[in-house]
């Protein structure tokens, strides 16, 4: 693609790849390849998701949703399919990719179809003051909402994204991760073989980086974005240039508390998924873990048993607990936080290593006697690491759990919800879920969204399909009654001093004010 413009530069075509192929991580199999699209491709197929568009925004929201239970039916019967080439492709296992994933869209869409005809109707303004106005939000489609998404859930979140943007009355040009580009192919054929949908309403563009930047410069009326912090910073720029909407869900370095009245049964149980679930590879995982002291040896037990006892292997197999790694390239900075945290102190529990032979496999890995001068405490793993660090107790958690730039997700265990709730507040995180772990991607009516460094903007619930309209703001009137408002020409020095007075009267306190204002 042309770099003109661009910060990153990136190769001439000429010496990139024409082809991607796609592989398993778990046996290094090649599954398929894929067409690295140039910039003209990219724009021809936002220009026919434009096209598409036209027609699918003047179908009232119901009848968009009662098309999109058509996919969402196609995906229930296919879902064995999916399930299948999600795991061969990302590498996690077939239960998680069900479960995370497929499960998740289904109930998903379903959300969104059903009910986004009330959460976008009109929306009235109460105006405390100027009672003969009228005011209400109108929600409008953008138009084309390109969609760049990692290969951690290469299902689950663009085709959440793409279900809102299209009740929002969008099309949807998504970009996949080059790591796992078959699994949106093969959302895109079923989506193609459903009655009733336009199929360039949903358009695949396939390619490394490049790709994701050129889509940003097609043309789109938002772009929504997840992945690196790194990558997202790009994203920002470019489509600041465009003067571009953007959505950033970044990358999150996860803190959980522990207090000394959680329940430690559950809470290890919570904590090892958390950490070990698609071998770490979530945005969400449990990155940091500040136990209070009373109980950390029986909860550190507790993890490191349980933690010995998973299967890791390849995700199509049976009794497979964790899956391969989808990025080689990321193995050198797992295998260095583990080196650096040993180095400095800490104690390798279990794991540590990548496991010999074909396929991508991190060992699940239990650090205690953990410090914050170790790198491990700071930089997303994204590997199936747990940090364990003994604290005091919670306030002292607190403190260093909120000493990041990293902000997404973050977890409180205690038995004592007024406790837990008041640890959750003063957590500085989009979302704190107590005595729990990950699970609200997958809840639709919640928003999911990053403070600090971890994304601008939100996703899912009602605030996320939101953001995918253009919202206008009308303003009528009650009653013709006047032919003229006070601030209108002409203006006077008599009428100046009287709404000097009225200011006075109004503003002043009393009795007047709080008649008018309520205080
Ligand atoms: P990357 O940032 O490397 O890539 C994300 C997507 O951006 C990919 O499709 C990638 O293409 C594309 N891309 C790369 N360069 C550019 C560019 N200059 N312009 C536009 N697009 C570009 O992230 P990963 O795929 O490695 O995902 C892992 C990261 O994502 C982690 O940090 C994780 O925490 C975060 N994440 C955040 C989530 C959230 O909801 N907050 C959820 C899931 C993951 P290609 O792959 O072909 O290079």
Known sequence: MSAEG?????????????????????????????????????????????????????LSVA?????????????????????????????????????????????????????????LAPEPIPLHLMKHKVSYLHFTPLGVVGIIAPWNFPFAIPTTDAAMAWMAGNAVVLKPSEMTPLIALKTKEIWDSVAGLDPDLFQIVTGYGAAGAALIDSGVDKVVFTGSTKTGRLVAEACGRNLTPCTLELGGKAPAIVCDDADLERAAGALTWGAFANSGQVCASVERVFVSESVYEPLVEK????????????????????????FPPGIPRIERLVADAVAKGATLRTGGKLKDGPGHFFEPTVLTNVTLDMEIMHTESFGPLMPIMKVKDEHEALRHANNSDMALLGYVFSKDHTRARGIAEKLEVGTCM?????????????????????????TH??????????????????????????WWYPYSKSFTDQMSSMVRAGFKGGALTRLLFGG
Request: with cysteine; hydrophobic share 40%; net charge neutral.
């Open 461 to 486: 619930s009602a605030a996320g399909l939101k953001a995918m309209c253009r919202m206008q703001h009308v303003s009528d009137s009650r009653v013709n009654l006047l032919t003229r408002e006070l």
């Open 303 to 326: 993890i490191v048993a349980i933690a010995k006892s998973l299967r890791q292997g390849e995700g199509m197999k049976d009794d497979v607990d964790i899956g391969a790694l989808t």
């Open 63 to 119: 009848e968009r949703g009662k098309r999109l239970l058509g996919f969402r039916n196609a995906l229930v019967e296919r879902q064995k399919e999916v399930c299948e080439i999600i795991s061969r492709e990302q590498g996690k296992t077939f239960f998680e990719a069900l479960s995370m994933e497929v499960l998740s869209v289904i109930d998903s869409v379903t959300y969104f179809a059903n009910n986004a005809a009330s959460i």
């Open 434 to 458: 107590i005595n729990d772990v990950l699970a609200t991607h997958a809840f639709p009516e919640t928003p999911w969204h990053g403070l600090k460094k971890s994304g601008l903007g939100v």
């Open 6 to 58: 661009h910060v990153v530069q990136f190769a001439p075509r000429s010496e990139v790849p024409q082809y991607i192929e796609s592989q398993n991580p778990a046996t290094g199999e090649v599954l398929g390849r894929v067409p690295v699209l140039d910039d003209g491709e990219i724009k021809a197929a936002v220009a026919r998701a434009r096209e598409a568009q036209a027609r699918w925004k003047t």
